[in-house]
């Protein structure tokens, strides 16, 4: 039996089969869950991508920008399912000027951005999947380390360290629920979101050689992982936390 055998999990962030997100969808299938997944601008893409799943699942639209995908997604949602065991918030944009160490000269209006779909987002899904969560469950999301400042990550690490504090609040406004928030902040993986950021070489080169455990930049396994762990039963007391998938590079000083 898998571990998350009969469990309904959205996933959200599907783009390429190199999204992280991909990996959470293909394994949660491969562990006994049913999945639906949601996708962002154009979903014939998103939908070809899905069909190399195990299972095709259905894919509703969502741009985590737009009221009205947000305040209809339970119902989309449950003409699917009957109700989620588990939300997975895969999601990160930010424009070019906020990365590539442009940092004192980013206009406001592209912050906002950054922040409106990386970081606010992540309260605004959860929101939107309450109704579908009345028998509790977990929600997951996808960090990058945001406890220093990055070379190039620039605003980007501004959003993130936004969605490490908005994951605690959660935890906390949603625990009375049954609910679980915790985040898995993973180390640099070759996603279309990575290969956005200027600079994104800086980290490719020093990440491997800095990990006490090594560090595989193709290799979206281990940080999904971590994901269907913190969506089954297996951490049933754990809410707030972040779990570092990086190789070990967090603990490592120098
Ligand atoms: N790749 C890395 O190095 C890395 C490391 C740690 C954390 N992360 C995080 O993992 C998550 C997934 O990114 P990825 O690396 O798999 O890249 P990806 O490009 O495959 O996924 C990013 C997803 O965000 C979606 N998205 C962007 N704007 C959206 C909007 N307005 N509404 C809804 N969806 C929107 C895109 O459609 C895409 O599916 C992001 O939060 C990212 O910051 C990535």
Request: some cysteine.
């Amino acid at each position: 039996m898998g571990i998350l055998e009969g469990k309904r999990i959205l996933v959200t962030g599907v783009l390429t089969e190199s999204s992280i997100a991909f990996s959470v969808a293909k394994m949660a299938q491969e562990e006994g869950a049913q999945v639906v997944l949601t996708g962002f601008g154009r979903l014939s893409l998103v939908e070809r991508i899905a069909k190399r799943l195990p299972e095709p699942p259905p894919v509703i639209e969502l741009d985590v920008q737009n009221t009205e995908h947000l305040d209809s997604l339970a119902d989309r949602v449950g003409e699917h399912v009957g109700g989620l065991d588990g939300v997975v918030h895969s999601i990160g944009f930010a424009p070019q000027s906020c990365l590539g160490g442009n940092f004192l000269n980013t206009p406001w209006e592209d912050v906002a951005t950054a922040l409106h779909v990386s970081t606010y987002s992540f309260k605004a899904l959860a929101q939107a999947c309450l109704p579908l969560m009345k028998e509790g469950g977990a929600i997951v999301g996808l960090d990058f380390d945001a406890s220093k400042a990055w070379p190039v990550y620039d605003w980007m690490g501004v959003a993130k360290a936004g969605l490490e504090s908005c994951s605690r609040y959660l935890a906390r406004d949603l625990g009375g629920h049954g609910i679980r928030v915790n985040l898995v902040a993973a180390g640099p993986l070759r996603t279309m979101a990575a290969k956005s950021i200027p600079g994104f070489t800086e980290f490719e080169d020093s990440w491997p050689g800095k990990a006490p455990l090594g560090w595989d930049l193709g290799d979206t396994v281990p940080a999904a992982k971590a994901c269907l762990a913190l969506l089954s039963d297996w951490f049933p007391a754990t809410t707030g936390e972040i779990v570092h998938v990086d190789g070990g590079v967090h603990a490592i000083g120098g």
